[in-house]
């Protein structure tokens, strides 16, 4: 069960990724929500890397985590 919700969960992050790449669904109130559950993991990461990097790498750390998570549950 905890494998799902973390399966899940890094499915909302890579949607939340590549819901950046599209603005006209930035207003929409789906996209609101699906940036919200996903900052909440994406904040904390992005507070601690440099602000000059040429893209955000925090999707990518979060997901690495996460499935090290997994691997080791």
Do not use: C, E, G, H
Not at 42 to 71: A, E, T
Request: aromatic letters at 16%; hydrophobic letters at 55%.
């Amino acid at each position: 069960m905890i494998r799902f919700v973390i399966n899940i969960y890094i499915y909302l992050v890579i949607l939340d990724a590549i819901m950046s790449y599209f603005p006209q669904f930035k207003n929409q109130q789906w996209a609101k929500t699906l940036k919200q559950v996903a900052d909440f993991s994406l904040k904390p990461i992005r507070k601690l890397l440099p602000n000059d990097l040429p893209m955000d790498f925090s999707p990518l750390i979060v997901i690495f985590v996460l499935n090290l998570v997994k691997i080791l549950w």
